[in-house]
């Protein structure tokens, strides 16, 4: 099909075709990106903090306008939920889920089995521990958070950055992760097991980054997911679906629809669904005029959006926070930008205005082929 030919480098992208311009977008329609996405029968939403819930109404009004689903940014790793062992804090993600329910929303969990964000007492614990002691210091997290949440969240990402073909394995998992080293390959399958087990309704994702650009380091981690998933098949792993996390750097890596629309493809081949859990642009590199940054960052997301949504597998899309008042962009050294300036990779602007990006997002959703009834 003629849009998969779209190719966007860096240098390629101000011959993109620009988006409708918001302000236009904004006088006719006030709906909200999650009315965009159901009308193809998905859902849009976004990774917020309990904290912004608390103090910040506007962007608390922004989330329950544009959103279905929401994703907790932090507050369900590990390392803010069991600080001591066997000694949880669960009050940041209540807050939350109970702001989901409120408002009618989807809820995720994120994340279940991490090699970071994890509470310091675990990886001594793991080093004394034996086989079976390692295990269920493993299990144990996934059982009472799953528990927890049973019927309130729909989906767990169960396992997250299993792969970093960067550290030397020939088969591109990450061996610098604590869970690769406790019990080898066999976590993802003990952990999507366990997951299965505490809750049969919950949809079970394998997720990772990386997996988006036309670059040697994607193609790399590509690989590696597809040859992961040929083993987790052959083992009768119960996973259900695909968390790409859709963290796009457009101007240090190009983007091709071809290649992304043939990986969905394969994945697709394994009878899984997929869900972009943590879209964002990072902008540093881009133009210095933020009105020319921001068609650009529209026009790549457009691009990357338009493969995503065609395969009838792609049942959500949510952003990694929802307006650039709050991103891990600015703040994170790789991605912030010198002068203090706030990127600017996020659909809403830090003054909750919506921008090209939040256009891309909605033109890509209303061109969407519909996938049928959404899932309960
Ligand atoms: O955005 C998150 C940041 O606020 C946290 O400090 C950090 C560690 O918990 O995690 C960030 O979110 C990451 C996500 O959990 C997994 N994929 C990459 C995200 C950005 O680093």
Redesign the pocket.
């Known amino acids: 099909m003629e849009r998969r030919e779209f190719l966007a480098g860096a240098l390629a992208l101000g011959a993109c075709s620009p988006v409708v311009p918001s302000h236009a977008q904004e006088s006719v329609s006030s709906e909200g990106l999650a009315a965009h996405a159901r009308r193809s029968g998905r859902y849009f939403g976004a990774?917020i903090k309990s904290r912004q819930l608390r103090e910040d109404p506007d962007f608390t009004t922004a989330v329950a306008r544009e959103c279905d689903m929401v994703v907790q940014?932090?507050e369900l790793?590990r390392?803010t939920t069991e600080p001591k062992p066997g000694k949880y804090d669960f009050s940041g993600a209540d807050q939350i889920i109970a702001f989901a329910q409120d408002h009618g929303m989807r809820a995720r969990g994120?994340?279940l089995v991490w090699y970071?964000?994890q509470p310091k007492w675990l990886e001594p614990a793991l080093k004394l521990a034996n086989r079976g002691g390692r295990e269920k210091l493993m299990t144990s997290y996934i059982d009472t958070a799953m528990d927890r949440y049973a019927g309130r969240i729909a989906e767990w990402d169960v396992v997250?950055?299993a792969l970093e073909p960067n550290d030397g394995r020939a088969d591109g998992m990450r061996q610098n992760s604590m869970w690769m080293q406790a019990l080898g390959e066999d976590y993802i399958d003990i952990a999507f097991h366990r997951a299965r087990n505490a809750d049969p309704r919950a949809t079970l994702f394998l997720t990772d980054?990386g997996l988006e650009h036309d670059s040697p380091r994607c193609e790399r981690r590509r690989t590696a997911m597809l040859k992961l998933l040929d083993r987790l098949k052959a083992r009768d792993v119960p996973i259900d679906a695909i968390g790409i996390?859709g963290?796009l750097k457009p101007f240090r890596e190009g983007f091709n629809q071809a290649v992304f629309a043939r990986f969905l493809d394969q994945l697709r081949g394994y009878g899984l669904t997929f869900s972009v859990t943590?879209f964002d642009v990072a902008d540093r590199g881009g133009p210095p005029n933020p009105d020319k940054r921001d068609q650009q960052i529209a026009s790549v997301a457009k691009a990357f959006l338009d493969v995503a949504l065609d395969n009838p597998a792609m049942r959500s899309i949510l952003c990694?926070g929802l307006s650039d008042r709050y991103s891990?962009l600015s703040n994170?050294p790789d991605y912030k930008w010198p002068d203090g300036q706030l990127s600017r990779g996020l659909p809403l602007d830090g003054d909750m205005r919506r921008k090209p990006l939040w256009d891309a997002i909605a033109s890509a959703f209303d061109a969407a082929p519909a996938i049928g009834r959404r899932r309960a």
């Open positions: 990774a940014e932090y790793k390392g994120h994340a970071a964000a997250n950055e980054f996390q963290h943590e990694w891990w994170f």
